[in-house]
Nanobody, 126 residues
Framework: QVQLAESGGGMVQAGGSLRLSCATS????????MGWFRQAPGAEREFVAA????????YYADSVKGRFTISRDNAKNTMYLQMNSLKPEDTAVYYC???????????????????WGQGTQVTVSS
């Protein structure tokens, strides 16, 4: 079992920045990749970014590439999402997740992740 807890959400004006954190506990060493997803009201949960636990290799959705940076600190069992140049369309509940298989990394879909946090709200005003 792996437990995840997000923090760092809040309200910010367009063009501003926020840094999300995802603290993990449990059998984290068995996880292959970690990721961030987001869900806006009335929309499906969508992939934002992922990071491979072993070497920190990142992958981003086109919508956030160049603005968001994913990172991890294995010693602290924590993953981060630095969000810059935020836009109103970034408004959503952000979830961190992790999975133990290669499919977690290559598919980057909701059902390829095994464990999820409760989510943290990010609101960007125009």
């Amino acid at each position: 079992q792996v437990q995840l807890a997000e923090s760092g959400g809040g309200m910010v004006q367009a063009g501003g920045s926020l840094r999300l954190s995802c603290a993990t506990s449990g059998r984290t060493s068995s996880m292959y990749a970690m990721g961030w997803f987001r869900q806006a009201p009335g929309a499906e949960r969508e992939f934002v970014a992922a990071i491979r636990r072993s070497d920190g290799a990142p992958y981003y959705a086109d919508s956030v590439k160049g603005r968001f940076t994913i990172s991890r600190d294995n010693a602290k069992n924590t993953m981060y999402l630095q969000m810059n140049s935020l836009k109103p369309e970034d408004t959503a509940v952000y979830y961190c997740a992790t999975g133990s298989s290669l499919l977690t990394w290559f598919r980057r879909t909701v059902n390829s992740y095994d464990y999820w946090g409760q989510g943290t709200q990010v609101t960007v005003s125009s």
